[in-house]
């Protein structure tokens, strides 16, 4: 392994000294890689993804067997379309009630008028009153009974529903689909396999803009800060060097040894910072290949 690494330096160096002698930092181009995991557990009864499909966001490629669901979720619907005839038309069951206090209202009011001209006696129109009052109550006891049943019936229904949004919830997780915009870069699993919740069925990653992790010393580490531009020339090998404009998203606070196969400015420092460059892929950048970068506003010696 030393002497592969040695090599890859060796090659690397020879093709970047005469157009990188002034970059201040070496590194690699890496990608935001994403492992899509299964989220609900049975057979994989179809996926459609190949490594090097471009997909887009949510799109689905794949589906593991939720026949069950399903079945669940109908034995659900069924219940609460149960459950919703056992509710009572409260305005329908008081009706004859209502007719009945009417009734007596009026009748109250017609003999509280045959008294006063003595036409009927007290005793008459106390019982009409009686008769008024106990329908008033009849209706009161009716209506909180009523109401009380159809609340009993009403919390079933919502739970039986909240069941059918977890059913559905679990339906969703069935499919399985792409998190980001990218491109597949490797395939674990296989049509009529078996999934648990989260098994790795394939990982992705985002390749329209890539990161360069570059290797700065420290004296270079106090003049660059995030946010800063950066040039960057990519190594493509025998097609020579093509430039780039780069963004610093992130800067280490830890110092490390330098990798064996960065080379760095000063190759007598061995302890150096991380930093990450966002780069805009153009179509033609690939993970792993290697960049030299130049920050702006610094002169290298």
């Known amino acids: ?32 890689d994403v492992i899509v995991s299964a989220l609900s557990m049975g057979q994989i009864t179809s996926f459609d993804v190949e490594e090097g499909s471009v997909l887009e966001k949510d799109t689905i ?9 399903q079945l669940q979720k109908l034995q659900l619907q069924n219940a609460v379309y149960s459950a919703e005839n056992k509710l009572i038309n409260i305005e329908t069951q008081l009706a004859p009630v209502d007719e ?17 001209s003595n036409a009927a006696n007290q005793k008459q129109l106390d019982d009409v009153k009686s008769a008024y009052t106990a329908a ?3 209706r009161s006891a ?4 009523m109401q009380q049943n159809n609340k009993a019936i009403e919390n079933e229904i919502n739970g039986l529903k909240i069941q059918i949004a977890q059913i559905d ?31 790795p069925l394939f990982k ?32 493509f090998g025998k097609e020579g060097m093509k430039k780039y404009t780069g963004n610093i998203i992130w800067i280490s606070d830890k110092a490390e040894f330098t990798p064996k196969t960065i080379p760095t400015r000063d190759e007598r420092s061995n ?22 970068v130049i920050f702006n506003n610094i002169n290298a010696e």
């Open 61 to 69: 490629v794949g589906n593991i067997d939720n026949k069950q669901l």
């Open 142 to 145: 009716a209506l909180d009974t």
């Open 204 to 235: 992705m990653a985002d390749v329209s803009n890539l990161i360069l992790r570059a290797y700065v010393t420290a004296d270079i580490l106090t003049q660059v800060k995030i946010g800063d531009n950066a040039e960057i020339m990519a190594d």
């Open 100 to 116: 009945e206090i009417t009734k007596y209202k009026k009748e109250t009011e017609r003999f509280t008028n045959l008294v006063k």
């Open 169 to 199: 919830d679990n339906i969703q997780k069935s499919y399985i689909k792409a998190p980001i915009n990218g491109v597949v870069l490797t395939k674990y699993a296989n049509t009529f396999e078996f999934a648990q919740i989260g098994k």
């Open 271 to 292: 302890l150096v910072y991380a930093v990450k460059i966002l780069v805009k892929n153009d179509g033609y950048l690939r993970k792993g290949m290697y960049g030299e």
């Open 1 to 32: 392994m030393r002497k592969i690494a040695l090599l890859i330096f060796l090659v690397f160096i020879a093709g970047c000294n005469k157009e990188n002698s002034l970059s201040h930092a070496s590194g690699v181009f890496e990608t935001e």
């Open 136 to 138: 008033l109550k009849k």
